[in-house]
């Protein structure tokens, strides 16, 4: 892959005009669209399958949890619509099970949400868990790739780890990307590209620095700039 290749545009935006003109504006500077709750849910779905048509890359970001046969049946209507990946809570077998069946014969990858960056360590802790937000990541990764699961989303925080112990061929997503000097906004695990990368991530979530700036173009190649001397150091 190239470096415009592995970043993915987080296109958070009300309805799917705005993402279209998102999506003219940037172009080849980024290879794969993502779309989350928020778009799905105002017509999303309809343009997941457009772009997918249209031989763009789709990354539906539904982070599903639900009953296997619930997980099973969604995985496989997402599939359908010739997404390229999809995001499934990582937090017990049953689910990612139930994933697995419902993208077989399909080329749909699987990504296992580990800890979501916006998370730390005292959020765990309300939610009952005594680990560390890198230790639970590490402990999810390992549980996904023995599921068969194409990879996990995880903090470039704790991407090195991760690498370690999965080896190349298991897929990290790394969100919470921010470039030096922007604003974190409501992330609390985040890092730089040259650092996400260097730390063993393939591919680059990032949103707000590149939908809400000035120029959205400039700054999605500026980004990808940026992975591409990563790559080469």
């Not at 979501?116 to 959020?123: G, P, V």
């Amino acid at each position: 892959m190239n470096a415009s290749e592995r970043l993915i545009v987080a296109l958070d935006v009300p309805a799917p005009d705005d993402a279209r003109t998102l999506i003219s504006k940037i172009g080849a500077h980024a290879g794969v669209w993502k779309i989350g709750l928020e778009l799905l849910f105002s017509g999303g779905a309809d343009l997941a399958r457009e772009l997918a048509d249209a031989g763009q890359n789709v990354f539906v970001d539904a982070k599903l949890l639900d009953i296997p046969h619930t997980v099973e049946r969604a995985t496989a209507n997402i599939a359908a619509m010739g997404a390229t990946f999809l995001t499934v809570h990582g937090h017990d077998i049953k689910t990612m099970q139930a994933a697995m069946r419902g993208r077989e014969g399909s080329d749909l990858k699987l990504l296992a949400v580990t800890v979501l960056t916006s998370l730390d360590a005292a959020d765990l802790e309300q939610q009952g868990s005594r680990m560390s937000p890198a230790d639970l990541v590490l402990h999810r990764a390992k549980l996904r790739k023995e599921a068969g699961f194409d990879g996990v989303i995880a903090s470039g925080q704790e991407a090195a780890q991760i690498r370690q112990a999965t080896g190349r061929d298991f897929l990290i997503v790394t969100p919470g990307i921010r470039p030096a000097g922007t604003d974190v906004g409501d992330q609390a695990r985040v890092m730089t590209p040259t650092r996400a990368i260097a730390a063993g991530a393939d591919y680059l979530v990032v949103g707000r620095p590149i939908t809400q700036a000035d120029d959205p173009a400039a700054a999605a190649a500026a980004i990808a700039n940026e992975i591409d001397a990563a790559l080469a150091a």
